[in-house]
């Protein structure tokens, strides 16, 4: 008699990993618990890349972040959302433009890299004006941002959309605030190169060759529904952003492929959900020993079984399913504690 088949797991037939930094490999200085040994395990078997929104950095100063945490890093491994950003601008003007920064080096050395020339006023009538976060940025810098644009002809790329940036005091204002600041003076919108757009995704998925990537991210509103928007599988972790909460009021462009504890849940196979609805309409879904049930708007544990990321896991599946718009629904509150 043939035994059951084993559940695949998240890492099987992939030939590349997609990381995201804060709240996948490190929080603030330190490395997350696992993070390291589990990518170093990865890389015996699928290419690691690593996809960073932080403008701020090069993607060599990323890489000699990584390497100090004992990862085999070189700089081709990082994609920053300024070569995103580089890869939109050449759509729009030449080598040899002349491009306005908001931001710092991770933008001026890429620019200059690809053969543009840096200006940082608006009297010199630039091509175009590349945006990105740093933490130097003042109302200066978005006045001259706001002078060049005022000009319909100027192009506006944006490194990302993050409106929050973590930092070791607490959560600061990201890139988008700094956008949406200049977007209100000027009456437009750049076009935006980081996640959750595509192109941070083609980028990445053209210098490593993947065929079958996974992306793995802690945001659900950047590294998943940039994954999903660009047609690739993906895994949130519940180690940074994200948590239980915002898993089940994901919209549908937000839902992950993979919940996972940690990053050592990529070698384990991954526990089937199944699902059942009778014939009083109610639908029950199990995902190990955790089974969750929803009648009309009411969902309820029925079993929290001895996992609650399999319980999460049911929980988040059972609402997905229903179609139905979170708020509109009375939520057993031990799917989110």
């Known amino acids: 008699m043939f035994g059951r088949k084993k559940a695949p797991t998240p890492l099987d037939g992939r030939d590349a990993l997609l990381l995201d930094l804060d709240g996948v490999v490190y929080r603030g200085p330190d490395a997350i618990e696992h993070a390291v040994p589990s990518i170093q395990k990865a890389a ?16 060599q100063s990323v890489a000699e972040h990584l390497s100090a945490f004992g990862l085999s ?139 079958n990537p996974l992306a793995i991210g802690d945001r659900l509103d950047t590294d998943i529904q940039g994954a999903n928007t660009a047609g690739m599988a993906s895994a949130l972790v519940l180690t940074g952003i994200d948590q239980a909460k915002q898993v089940l009021a994901a919209p549908a462009g937000q839902r992950p492929t993979y919940i996972l504890r940690d990053l050592r849940e990529l070698f384990e196979p991954y526990p089937e959900v199944t699902e059942e609805v009778d014939a009083d309409g109610v639908r029950s879904v199990s995902c190990g020993q955790a089974v969750v049930r929803m009648k009309q708007n009411v969902v309820r544990v029925a079993r929290a079984g001895d996992d609650p990321v399999n319980l999460l896991r049911a929980g988040a599946a059972v609402i997905w399913a229903s179609g139905l718009q979170i708020w509109g629904l009375d939520v057993d509150p031990q799917l989110y504690s």
Do not use: C
């Not at 015996?44 to 993607?59: K, P, Q, V």
């Not at 080096?105 to 608006?122: C, H, N």
């Open 73 to 211: 890093v070189e700089a081709a491994d990082v994609v920053t959302s300024p070569q995103a950003a580089l890869r939109v601008l050449a759509t729009l003007v030449d080598p040899g433009a002349l491009v306005m920064v908001v931001g710092g080096e991770g933008i001026t050395v890429e620019l200059e890299k690809a053969g543009y020339r840096v200006t940082r006023s608006a009297d010199d009538q630039p091509d175009a004006v590349v945006q990105g976060f740093a933490p130097h940025v003042g109302w200066e810098h978005l006045a001259e941002a706001s002078y060049a644009l005022q000009h319909d002809h100027v192009h506006w790329v944006a490194t990302n959309t993050d409106w929050t940036i973590p930092q070791k005091r607490g959560v600061a204002p990201g890139n988008g605030t700094l956008v949406s600041a200049v977007h209100l003076a000027v009456g437009r919108l750049p076009v935006f190169a980081g996640k959750p757009e595509k192109p941070m995704y083609d980028e990445a998925v053209e210098r490593f060759g993947a065929s």
């Open 44 to 59: 015996t078997s699928a290419r690691i890349g690593y996809l960073t929104n932080n403008a701020a950095r090069t993607d």
